[in-house]
T-cell receptor
Framework: ETGVTQSPTHLIKTRGQQVTLRCSSQ?????VSWYQQALGQGPQFIFQ???????GRGNFPPRFSGLQFPNYSSELNVNALELDDSALYLC????FGTGVIRYSGYTFGSGTRLTVV | AQTVTQSQPEMSVQEAETVTLSCTYD???????LFWYKQPPSRQMILVIR??????QNATENRFSVNFQKAAKSFSLKISDSQLGDAAMYFC???????????FGPGTRLSVLP
């Protein structure tokens, strides 16, 4: 059973640029969540994708967007990068059944460290 | 909105000793889950222990146990027989029963001294 894989592991971008981060979910998982973890802080929820649609979003501006693909992998896109976007971006996958979404086990990746200069 | 507070930014413990990490949370919901996650230098969040709010019995996982006080909205983690590999950031997290996301606290950095 494979875990959650994120790429790249580190990335340096210039303010104003755009970035795409990638996440391969654990085998058998159909839901992906993204979190931003600033230095010295706990992770903050960005959004969640289920069945290729966004079904939950935290307090992040629209320049943070995402995609989920039929194989349940996911991308996080950030446009017009700002210095405060420098953080560790974590992806977590899980498996939900149809109907009501209830708790299931989550597997986190090791994150992408984004530095904006 | 739910919030999670960890009042101990850093803690240290001697190898083989016991340490308790504190966590309080605020919610108006009655059904939810509480978690302790460990984040070592590898950065991956690793689940340490989970507690369902409807269960009165405190969860235990080997050397890890919790003291869940629902009325006080308190959820502390006790690590017994501390090992060098326990050194990491520890995050307390909340999740609604039908919620889409975790709410994490700011974390406690645990050092284990040989």
């Amino acid at each position: 059973e494979t875990g959650v894989t994120q790429s790249p592991t580190h990335l340096i971008k210039t303010r104003g640029q755009q970035v795409t981060l990638r996440c391969s979910s654990q085998s058998g998982h159909n839901t992906v969540s993204w979190y931003q973890q600033a230095l010295g802080q706990g992770p903050q929820f960005i959004f969640q994708y289920y069945r290729e649609e966004e079904n939950g979003r935290g307090n992040f501006p629209p320049r943070f967007s995402g995609l989920q693909f039929p194989n349940y992998s996911s991308e996080l896109n950030v446009n017009a990068l700002e210095l405060d976007d420098s953080a560790l971006y974590l992806c977590a996958s899980s498996s939900f059944g149809t109907g009501v979404i209830r708790y299931s086990g989550y597997t986190f990746g090791s994150g992408t460290r984004l530095t904006v200069v | 909105a739910q919030t999670v507070t960890q009042s101990q930014p850093e803690m240290s413990v001697q190898e083989a000793e016991t340490v308790t990490l504190s966590c309080t949370y605020d919610t108006s919901e009655s059904d939810y889950y509480l978690f302790w996650y460990k984040q070592p230098p590898s950065r991956q969040m690793i689940l340490v222990i989970r507690q369902e709010a409807y269960k009165q019995q405190n969860a235990t996982e080997n050397r890890f146990s919790v003291n869940f006080q629902k009325a006080a909205k308190s959820f502390s983690l006790k690590i017994s027989d501390s090992q060098l590999g326990d050194a990491a950031m520890y995050f307390c997290a909340y999740r609604s029963d039908y919620g889409q996301n975790f709410v994490f606290g700011p974390g406690t950095r645990l050092s284990v001294l040989p």
